[in-house]
């Protein structure tokens, strides 16, 4: 599980085949222990959850970076390795 981006705290990753539990194009966000998964398509919670102002950094980020997610989100499925995103504080 390639981590692809990391900014205040939060760690962005993207699994390797990961077609069969969310059924949609998604990203795993971290941060204090706690996981969560967005949609790359809308920002959309998945599952889990973050505080609510890491969760609005990381549905901000993807609306930034939602071409280069969904580029990497090609790679990974075919068990090519992710190019990393910048974060939000770089």
Avoid: C, N
């Avoid at 609306?63 to 974060?87: C, N, Y």
């Amino acid at each position: 599980m390639p981590t692809i981006s990391m900014f205040y705290g939060i760690l962005i990753r993207m699994f390797f085949y990961d077609t069969e539990k969310h059924h949609v194009p998604h990203i795993h966000a971290e941060y204090q222990g706690q996981l969560a998964v967005y949609a790359i398509e809308d920002g959309a919670l998945l599952a889990g959850e973050l505080p609510k102002k890491k969760h609005k950094l990381v549905v901000a980020w993807i609306e930034i970076h939602q071409e280069e997610l969904m580029a990497d989100w090609q790679l990974a499925v075919t068990g090519s390795k992710p190019f990393p995103i910048r974060g939000l504080d770089q």
